[in-house]
């Protein structure tokens, strides 16, 4: 399928109990012509790539909402712009109510919409397109979803809490009488027709989701964990019930299927709760965000919400308060710590012309900025979309998880008859053969291994945000473990990215200023890192550049131009060997042996060319990268920087950072080959980078990394993103890689376990139903609760 073809979207699903839901939906929307799904249990959200030409929205909701479940809607709160009265929120009003599924209400007087649509159908950005082709302006209160989500989510926990306490009071006398029972004190056994009264409505009434979705779940064509409690309890219920109505002399178990619901409803709440923690990471970063801003309007300051913030809006921020967006500082100094974005501890200074990032905490001075991101624009914002759609998509190790679960819920079943048979066949006794048949439905679990991967994969991607690691999707966190070889870029990712001009050597009669000057003016048409250099060295002089004719590049190698009708030559040593003009070797290598790198400036007579000097520019390596290096060494990654440079200063780079492979000279276009060529030797393969000519490289690459620094191609192209300008990020990226896949192998073997030693116990009659209801609900808490332990890991730093 041509993905480019495809419109993405997120559903959020409400009702899923167990895996096999979550598979069941998965397999139901991937029959469909041109789509393709992946729906995360543990997050509650169903991914869907598909084609708008072959299936719409309506059908994707309409098959869940038949297969037994509900896309839980949303509520989003509007900015509005250009109202002038009550006609103009009637207009605003008609143009929302007109999409599919919404209702909306607009205050005039607050200038705001509340609209409730389903995800979907409808997006956030068709809202404020209905609004702007109405003649106005609109945009999100993006704080507002998060909220309306954690509030529904909180409603529906109290609910299932109250619902809890309900059966646990009515399971409770039932409970007591079969300690009773055990004790050999038969005078406090409850009447059969009072157990019986006490244990209906919990079977009936609380215990009524379990025949609901058992009954969606059969009807699709699947079966889940709902099938496996509705059809053990029932089998004790009914039991007990016939007992009791035809008065036969045999003991009833009207305490087990009572128990079995109020156990399985406290394991559901735990797991909720528990569920809720591995988001924490991302509602950290939504509460850092301040809900007001002090802006500068017609010399005036005033306070307002920081959602209605603008583009090129001033606002002003005092020492110790929060950055409400994105910006540039005007007027003032100070240092900001950026802790949240980067996880870098110390602050960073800031003076005019510096960048400031959304929830960045001011320090010090007083700080004027113009505001360049707002709302969903903002450097945060982007961070919190990056980890949501990380902690919603699924890993390659969940495949297996995935296949048992699909199958899991049948094969039980199958045990649990056949426990029935055979026990009843040995014994004779066939309340003794019930009894056990009903301990294997409901020791049985397949929420655990749902749970398994996705969990550890939410506070994994969390935990990755908060030391400023980013990663694009599960399976490039899994991949990140697997890596052998990392290939690093030299410029702006070994170094600091920022050359500067260190010596000038001129030739004949020209002074450094007149040298200087004649690069600068050929430079001034190129985008080179090397070429800013120089630039910024001519700015710095206060030099005129002279207009020049006929520019070209030569990638990765150098330029030429005509500067007053004369044709010049700048570029590399072996750029101008190509164009036969004689260069000083001994020179050039002493600069070289330094790290520095040179470039020549020459020009073109009738007769030959002439060098009219040197210019050496360094890039300063950055502090961190010899440890960087060690430690990525140390892990038993093998470790090779892939430059253009040339190899006498790569040579002495390599020395300096402990590299013992590299390659040198390396056009731009020619470093994915060379990715390719590493990866063809069977290494998993890593790439770090920064600028454009590493894109596709790190396309080439099993797993790519881009500095966060670098451009946005870079960081599109890239599988994770280090939002700190530092090497050791990627230390950082592969530790907690090979954290989070340990949790997972520890959650996929406990729940393998726990079901295959389990199911035979409760078959031969060794454990109760009720203890099995007990473990079942605990299980799934035990493999959450492991995986938030990720949130203790630590990098080797901290």
């Given at each position: 399928?041509?993905?480019s ?24 929307l ?23 030409n ?9 098959v869940?909402?038949h297969?037994g479940?509900?896309?839980a ?9 250009k ?7 009637r ?6 109510t ?9 205050n005039?007087?607050?200038e ?8 979907g ?8 397109d ?11 209160i993006?704080?507002?979803?998060h909220?309306?989500?954690?509030a ?5 926990y ?8 309900i059966?646990?009071?009515?399971t409770?006398?039932?409970?007591l ?17 009072l ?6 409505p919990?079977?009936?009434w609380?215990?009524r ?9 059969l ?18 219920y009914?039991?007990s019930a ?5 008065g036969?002399?045999q ?9 079995i619901?109020?156990?399985?409803l ?6 909720a ?5 591995t ?16 802006i500068?309007?017609?010399g ?5 919400p ?8 001033v ?14 500082v005007?007027e003032?100094s ?6 949240m974005?980067?996880?870098e501890?110390?602050?960073i200074?800031?003076?005019p012309?510096?960048k ?8 010090q ?6 505001a360049?991101?707002?709302?969903a ?8 979309h ?9 890993a390659?190790?969940q495949?297996?998880?995935d296949t048992?679960?699909?199958i ?7 045990i649990s ?8 066949w040995?014994?004779?006794?066939f ?16 929420c655990a ?24 999707n ?12 990392v290939?690093i ?15 000038i ?10 040298l200087?000057q ?12 090397l070429a800013?250099?120089?630039?910024e060295?001519?700015?710095?002089l ?6 020049i ?8 190698s150098g ?7 004369i ?9 101008l ?10 020179k050039?290598s002493?600069?070289q042996?330094?790290?520095k ?8 007579t009738?007769n030959?060319?002439?060098v009219l000097?040197?210019?050496?520019i360094?890039d300063?390596?950055?502090?961190t ?10 892990l ?5 920087m ?44 890593a ?22 620094a ?7 192209a ?8 530092d ?7 592969i ?28 078959a ?12 079942m609900?605990?299980s ?11 949130k ?7």
């Amino acid at each position: 399928m041509n993905s480019s073809l495809f419109k993405q979207i997120e559903l959020p699903i409400e009702g899923m109990t167990c895996a096999a839901c979550a598979a069941r939906i998965e397999k139901t929307l991937n029959k469909l012509s041109g789509v393709q799904a992946s729906v995360n249990f543990a997050n509650e959200k169903a991914h869907v790539n598909f084609d708008e030409n072959q299936v719409g929205t309506d059908t994707l909701v309409n098959v869940i909402e038949h297969a037994g479940f509900h896309i839980a809607p949303r509520t989003v709160r509007l900015q509005l712009h250009k109202m002038t009265c009550a006609a103009c929120a009637r207009h605003i009003e008609k143009a929302l109510t007109k999409l599919p599924a919404v209702t909306v209400t607009v205050n005039v007087t607050t200038e705001t919409a509340i609209v409730n649509f389903i995800p979907g159908l409808v997006t956030v950005g068709n809202l404020i397109d209905a609004v702007v082709k109405a003649g106005y302006e609109a945009n999100e209160i993006s704080e507002s979803g998060h909220a309306e989500e954690k509030a529904r989510r909180q409603a529906a926990y109290q609910a299932e809490l109250r619902l809890f306490w309900i059966s646990a009071i009515l399971t409770m006398p039932l409970v007591l009488q079969m300690g009773a029972m055990f004790s050999g004190n038969e005078m406090n056994m409850l009447p059969h027709w009072l157990q019986w009264l006490l244990a209906t409505p919990v079977q009936f009434w609380i215990g009524r989701r379990f025949y609901m979705g058992a009954w969606h779940s059969l009807r699709g064509g699947g079966a889940n964990m709902d099938v496996l409690v509705a059809l053990g309890t029932s089998m004790a219920y009914f039991f007990s019930a016939a007992v009791t109505l035809f008065g036969l002399d045999q003991h009833v178990y009207f305490e087990a299927s009572a128990a079995i619901i109020t156990l399985v409803l406290l394991g559901k709440l735990m797991e909720a709760r528990a569920k809720g923690k591995t988001s924490e990471a991302i509602e950290a970063l939504i509460k850092l965000q301040p809900k007001t801003a002090r802006i500068e309007r017609n010399g005036k300051i005033s306070e307002v919400p920081a959602s209605t913030l603008q583009v090129n809006d001033v606002f002003i921020v005092r020492p110790g308060e929060n950055l409400p967006v994105d910006g540039v500082v005007m007027e003032g100094s100070s240092s900001v710590n950026e802790s949240m974005l980067t996880g870098e501890s110390l602050p960073i200074g800031k003076q005019p012309g510096a960048k400031v990032f959304a929830a960045t905490v001011n320090q010090q001075g007083l700080l004027k900025c113009r505001a360049t991101s707002v709302g969903a624009q903002t450097q945060l914002a982007a961070i919190i979309h990056l980890v949501e759609e990380a902690q919603g998509s699924k890993a390659p190790i969940q495949r297996m998880a995935d296949t048992i679960s699909g199958i899991f819920v049948p094969i039980v079943v199958g045990i649990s008859i056949l426990t029935l048979c055979i026990t009843w066949w040995l014994t004779g006794g066939f309340v003794t053969a019930l009894i056990n048949a009903v301990a294997v439905l409901v020791i049985a679990c397949p929420c655990a291994l749902g749970l398994a991967t996705p969990t550890a994969i939410m506070v994994g991607t969390g935990r990755g945000a908060q030391i400023g690691v980013l990663v694009k999707n599960a399976a490039a966190l899994e991949h990140a473990e697997k890596i052998q070889t990392v290939i690093i870029d030299k410029t702006g990712t070994l170094t600091e990215g920022k050359p500067e001009v260190t010596d000038i050597v001129p030739m004949e009669s020209l002074n450094e200023q007149g040298l200087l000057q004649i690069a600068a003016s050929l430079e001034q048409g190129s985008e080179h890192p090397l070429a800013r250099a120089v630039l910024e060295s001519a700015k710095k002089l206060q030099l005129q550049l002279q207009p020049i004719d006929d520019f070209v590049a030569i990638t990765g190698s150098g330029i030429t131009a005509r500067l007053h009708g004369i044709k010049y030559l700048l570029g590399s040593p072996k750029f101008l060997k190509q164009h036969n003009i004689a260069i000083d070797e001994q020179k050039i290598s002493s600069l070289q042996a330094e790290g520095k790198t040179v470039i020549v400036v020459a020009l073109i007579t009738k007769n030959a060319g002439k060098v009219l000097g040197y210019l050496a520019i360094a890039d300063q390596l950055r502090d961190t990268s010899f440890g960087a290096i060690k430690a990525l060494q140390s892990l038993g990654i093998e470790v090779i920087m892939l430059t253009g440079d040339n190899t006498v200063t790569v040579e002495t780079i390599a020395k300096r950072t402990g590299i013992t492979q590299y390659r040198a000279e390396v056009l731009p276009q020619d470093k994915a080959a060379e990715v390719t060529k590493i990866k063809a030797s069977g290494r998993f393969t890593a790439m770090v980078g920064d600028g454009i000519n590493d894109a596709p490289a790190l396309a080439a690459a099993d797993v790519s990394f881009a500095i966060g620094a670098g451009s946005d191609v870079a960081i599109e192209a890239a599988d994770i993103t280090l939002i700190r300008n530092d090497l050791m990020s990627v230390v950082d990226a592969i530790s907690l890689s090979r954290a989070t896949l340990r949790k997972i192998r520890q959650n996929l073997f406990f729940s393998f376990i726990y079901n295959i030693l389990g199911i035979p116990l409760a078959a031969i009659g060794m454990l109760n139903p009720v203890i099995a209801g007990a473990a079942m609900a605990m299980s799934s808490v035990s493999v959450i609760s492991n995986s938030l332990l990720l949130k203790r890991w630590q990098t080797n730093h901290e």
